[in-house]
């Protein structure tokens, strides 16, 4: 019978094997960088940046301030570590995981010849010519492509057919990215960014799944088959395959998590053979809505009890907690969210909201205290200024005076 894991040991588990638990004092600079990515596998990438953007949120959260621009040289030119794809949505992710997603690259292009509506058979000759211009003049972003005659339709998410085009060919692998300016994607040729050797190396479906879960189980520490599934958006059926040999291979070892089933009855997972199991957690962090502890809401639940969403899209006067919410995370346990602007025209940090669970500790105020002058420091602002919102905002304000 499988062995049965309280809902605390899974919670470090996870917290664990997500880089949390491991803060040291030494000076955070490539290695370390690239340390936590090849751990977390992934970071997703969002347009928001109310606060910080959200690939560069997790480093913080599990290693503390560091220079931005270490993250940036990691992303950008021929000796970049990682690039992106479409993953647990676009994601930067270390550039030897890129031949893993052939099989998405091809089910993209096969679903684009099979409607006779998409807009790729309609444009072929646009496709063409994108696939010409990065050959004659090298790396671009969209903007330095566009003329014209190419007029944007719409407000200001609008794509032009530049964009369109080149963000089909970028789902299909025809063009890669080759970094970001100034948030804005460049793309390239394959052969103008990674390795023979890279370029060549054919990976079948049913050996990039294998890989693919292998690599969510050992980012999960412990999980469902629905949770390794969703770190990289897969389907159900290849994944259960995939566990399945990895069980047979000893890397998963079934388990069973109280509280993670229906009633009594404890829920089915798999923890990885490389796991830790802490005995205490004490991390302290605030989190980025898309990291990989809190981004799959029912995941976040069943670990910390804490009903997470996001509310950017939902009417102001029907938000509760705020427009950009970030979970609080102290020990092994989501205590609370606190709402962040950063205004940097002002240099202030803007707490726009702070709110705590009810099972929140006495000291959270004081702990995320801690934790925003940091930010502040991270993000080169002078002066904190809590607003009087929520059931968190009066401790807090009180801890910053």
Do not use: C
């Not at 998409?118 to 063409?128: E, G, K, Q, V």
């Not at 023979?196 to 690599?215: C, N």
């Not at 000893?250 to 490389?274: C, N, S, Y």
């Not at 092994?332 to 002002?346: E, F, S």
């Amino acid at each position: 019978m499988p062995e049965t894991i309280s809902p605390a040991l899974a919670r470090r588990i996870a917290l664990a094997a997500q880089g949390f638990g491991s803060r040291t004092a030494t000076a955070i600079g490539i290695r370390q960088l690239t340390g936590l990515v090849n751990r977390i596998e992934l970071l997703q990438i969002d347009s928001v940046n109310v606060f910080e953007r959200s690939h560069y949120m997790p480093a913080f959260s599990r290693l503390g301030a560091y220079d931005k621009a270490q993250l940036d040289r990691l992303t950008t030119g021929r000796e970049a570590r990682f690039t992106e794809y479409w993953a647990h949505e676009a994601s930067f992710l270390p550039v030897e995981m890129w031949p893993l997603f052939h099989w998405r690259m091809q089910h993209f292009r096969d679903r684009s010849a099979q409607n006779t509506n998409d807009w790729s058979n309609a444009n072929r000759p646009m496709l063409d010519w994108l696939l010409a211009e990065l050959a004659a003049h090298g790396p671009m972003p969209a903007s330095a492509i566009e003329h014209d005659a190419n007029r944007r339709r719409g407000p200001w998410w609008g794509w032009s057919d530049v964009k369109t085009g080149l963000e089909t060919l970028f789902r299909w692998g025809d063009v890669v990215s080759a970094g970001r300016i100034r948030f804005e994607r460049v793309y390239a040729l394959p052969e103008q960014v990674f390795s023979p050797e890279l370029l060549g190396q054919g990976i079948s479906s049913t050996d990039a799944h294998r890989e693919l879960v292998s690599r969510s189980a050992r980012a999960h520490g412990i999980g469902t088959m629905k949770d390794f599934a969703d770190y990289f958006r897969l389907k159900s059926a290849p994944t259960l395959v995939a566990i399945r040999d990895l069980e047979e291979a000893g890397e998963l070892i079934p388990v069973q998590v109280l509280g993670w089933g229906t009633g009594r009855t404890p829920g089915a997972a798999w923890l990885h053979r490389d796991a830790r199991l802490p005995r205490s957690m004490d991390a302290q962090a605030v989190l980025s809505p898309f990291d990989p502890v809190v981004w799959e809401r029912a995941r976040a639940l069943r670990l910390f009890d804490f009903h997470y969403r996001i509310e950017i899209y939902t009417p102001e006067p029907k938000r509760v907690f705020g427009y950009y919410s970030l979970p609080i995370l102290l020990g092994d346990t989501v205590v609370g969210r606190v709402d962040l602007k950063n205004d940097r025209q002002a240099g202030v940090l803007r707490v726009q909201s702070a709110w705590a669970e009810p099972s929140s500790p006495a000291d959270a105020a004081a702990r995320l205290a801690l934790v925003l002058r940091e930010a502040a420091t991270w993000q080169g602002l002078d002066e904190i200024i809590v607003v009087p919102r929520g059931n968190l905002a009066a401790g807090l304000a009180s801890e910053l005076d």
